[in-house]
């Protein structure tokens, strides 16, 4: 059965520092592979996907996540945080046919 | 165009009640998802359906919980004697036709069984 494991539950950074979120999954095949943000109060909003291909995908907001298929990660990235990414990040595994599973969470601060 | 909408917003039941909850996915979309999220933890999958069937109902914990989609548009999750234990934020999404397809969520229902 596949699953996804976000190490970090709370991550705390600096206004215009950079960001790594962690994200790793267990899956038979080649999985489809997504991050999503939930501000307060807000829905869940897709930052980016990965199905095939380029294993670096970009995103909307500036974010960016790596495929590493021997490390089995899928890493979120950000080179400079600004205070309205305070939100929590999850991370999700999927495959034609499967249903999502999502990850447990990382709770982003970020100082002013 | 309109996104994904739920109704209520907020539901304050009892234990033992009966309850309805509500989705309206964006509209053409034939995929629609019913996700549960406790505090502190991500999306579990509840269903899926696929027009009006159900293609995947694993994810209900027990046969208390049922959901319907009988025209292929709007789905109401339906929970007997809710116990306290269904206390969460009920998250819907729908995806314009196939699982891998992107999931747009609706904005949740917070349901408090006292």
């Known amino acids: 059965a596949q699953s996804v494991t976000q190490p970090d539950i709370h991550i705390t950074v600096s206004e215009g520092a950079s960001l790594e979120l962690r994200c790793n999954y267990s899956?038979?095949?080649?999985?489809?592979l997504f991050w999503y943000v939930q501000s307060p109060g807000q829905g869940l909003q897709l930052l980016l996907k990965?199905?095939?291909?380029?294993?670096l995908v970009q995103g909307i907001k500036g974010f960016e996540a790596e495929f590493k298929r021997s490390q089995s990660s899928f890493n979120l990235r950000k080179p400079s945080v600004h205070w309205s990414d305070a939100a929590e990040y999850f991370c999700?595994?999927?495959?034609?046919?499967?249903?999502?599973?999502f990850g447990p969470g990382t709770r982003l601060s970020v100082l002013p | 165009g309109a996104g994904v909408s739920q109704t209520p917003s907020n539901k304050v039941t009892e234990k033992g009640k009966y309850v309805e909850l509500r989705c309206d996915p964006i509209?053409?979309?034939?995929?629609l998802y019913w996700y549960r999220q406790s505090l502190g933890q991500g999306p579990e999958f509840l269903i899926y359906?696929?027009?009006?069937?159900?293609?995947?109902d694993s994810g209900l914990p027990n046969d208390r919980f049922f959901a319907v989609r009988p025209e292929g548009s709007v789905s109401t999750l339906k929970i007997q004697r809710t116990e306290r234990g269904d206390s969460a934020v009920y998250l819907c999404?729908?995806?314009?036709?196939?699982?891998?397809?992107?999931?747009?969520f609706g904005p949740g229902t917070r349901l408090t069984v006292l």
């Open positions: 999404a729908s995806s314009l036709s196939s699982s891998t397809d992107t999931q747009y």
């Open positions: 899956y038979g095949a080649t999985p489809y």
């Open positions: 990965y199905f095939s291909g380029d294993t």
């Open positions: 999700a595994v999927g495959a034609r046919g499967q249903n999502f599973v």
């Open positions: 509209s053409g979309h034939t995929a």
């Open positions: 359906f696929q027009g009006t069937g159900a293609a995947d």
